[in-house]
């Protein structure tokens, strides 16, 4: 969990972190996860969550932050992560003693007490269902931006619901991680926001409303457990006083809808149309602003977090730091500026030469195995030193364009 604050000119003034792992060891997380015994489900402790939030804050209180200054806050969550909120808890939420810390005071207020998360792939089957119960894997992609995937919420509900339905029918509420985090400081369920909702499998992308028809192949009166949406930039309300008595926060202090990490990476880039930023990360990203998306099999098309009237197309690829590291330890004896030489001693369309590498199975083609094909588009076994390197990076861009093109 980290924080940042920002002065008006935009400079950071504060900043802080709380490891899962280290900081709050009796969750006993590994990476701030759990990952359980099919390998499949994945999760974390939600109190683990709030008692990170308690914890960040100490920590600013005892370092003399002047929380009085505050004018504004909102925040990023996992996408994908979802929590799930008790019958009655909007009682205890609303009125938690400002004496207490939250966890103390929410720690019976969760129906699931480990909320699935990005990571969880344990939902095949609730995805082949959805798919068939609107008509097949493109057109729920017309209808939300992206296929059924097995980390996005609908289909982890629909999980609970078909393995636990007592469990779903004592919650009243269910949140994604950004807006549970909003719940939190509003002190009462915080909406939606149409970004982070976009990667659920449930939003109608163009209308911004649920669908009823994926609502229904997922479980009996989601509606109302979900809330409605809303603009990602919406000022929800005040901060609770829970806050102001605690920590001294201003009354005045305004709580905006919080949001996706990937939506907040698009408006914290400040991407504008016809802008593409790339992450290289252990998966490469690469997300757009676009005008006219054409939502495909690959790939998600999500509500624009600075402007609802247009989207972002988002590209996940598997295939990022690892495989560039692997080949640069093969290739360049373990230095970057031994791979940087070689990439530049070779011109740019490596005379022909092309390759594919995905050491693991790829998302974004599902394709696995090195391809490597000369200048004569026949299949080879390898490559000299420097032209697998230059292969390596015009073959991971390529495959970046020719997927963003296909989604508008």
């Known amino acids: 969990l980290k924080v940042i604050a920002i002065d008006e000119q935009l400079r950071v003034i504060y900043e802080d972190n709380v490891h899962f792992d280290k900081d709050l060891p009796e969750f006993k997380t590994q990476g701030g996860v759990y990952i359980h015994g099919d390998r499949l489900t994945v999760t974390s402790p939600v109190l683990m969550w709030v008692k990170a939030l308690d914890m960040i804050l100490e920590k600013m209180k005892s370092s003399g932050f002047n929380f009085s200054q505050v004018r504004a ?12 909120w008790k019958k009655g808890s909007i009682h205890i939420l609303k009125n938690a003693s400002s004496e207490l810390p939250l966890h103390q005071s929410l720690k019976s207020c ?17 995805c082949n269902t959805l798919e068939k119960a609107v008509g097949g894997a493109q057109h729920l992609a017309t209808i939300t931006g ?15 619901y078909s393995q ?3 469990v779903y029918m004592q919650t009243e509420r269910i949140s994604l991680v950004s807006s549970f985090a909003a719940s939190l400081f509003l002190g009462d369920y915080a909406p939606i926001d149409y970004s982070d909702g976009s990667g659920m499998n449930l939003l109608q992308i163009w209308e911004k409303v649920w669908s009823a028809s994926c609502l229904d192949a997922c479980a009996p009166g989601l509606e109302e457990k979900l809330g409605c949406p809303v603009p990602s930039h919406s000022v929800l309300g005040p901060i609770s006083p ?8 201003s009354p005045d202090c305004k709580i905006v809808a919080f949001t996706g990490d990937n939506p907040a990476s698009l408006a914290g880039m400040r991407l504008q149309e016809g802008d593409i930023a790339i992450s290289l990360g252990t998966s490469d990203t690469l997300f757009l602003w676009i005008q006219e998306p054409t939502p495909a099999l690959e790939g998600h098309i999500l509500c624009n977090p600075v402007d609802s009237q247009t989207y972002m197309a988002l590209l996940c690829f598997k295939n990022g730091s690892l495989m560039r590291e692997r080949i640069r330890d093969d290739c360049a004896s373990g230095s970057w500026d031994e791979f940087s030489k070689a990439l ?6 490596n005379n022909g030469n092309l390759g594919f590498y995905f050491d693991v199975m790829e998302i974004t083609p599902e394709a696995v195995g ?5 200048r004569d588009n026949q299949k080879v076994s390898a490559f000299p030193k420097e032209v697998e390197i230059r292969a ?17």
């Open 370 to 374: 090195i391809h490597r094909f000369n």
């Open 146 to 160: 992206s296929r059924a995937y097995e980390r996005f919420t609908g289909n982890q509900i629909a999980k609970i």
């Open 164 to 166: 636990n339905p007592e």
């Open 73 to 84: 806050l909102s925040g990023a969550g996992q996408q994908h992560g979802s929590v799930y």
């Open 392 to 408: 390596l990076i015009e073959g991971q861009f390529m495959t970046k364009r020719i997927h963003a093109e296909k989604l508008g």
């Open 344 to 349: 530049s001693s070779t011109v740019a369309g």
């Open 242 to 249: 829970y806050y102001s008595q605690r920590y001294g926060f």
């Open 110 to 126: 969760f129906s699931v007490s480990n909320s699935p998360i990005w990571m969880d792939s344990s939902t095949a089957s609730q």
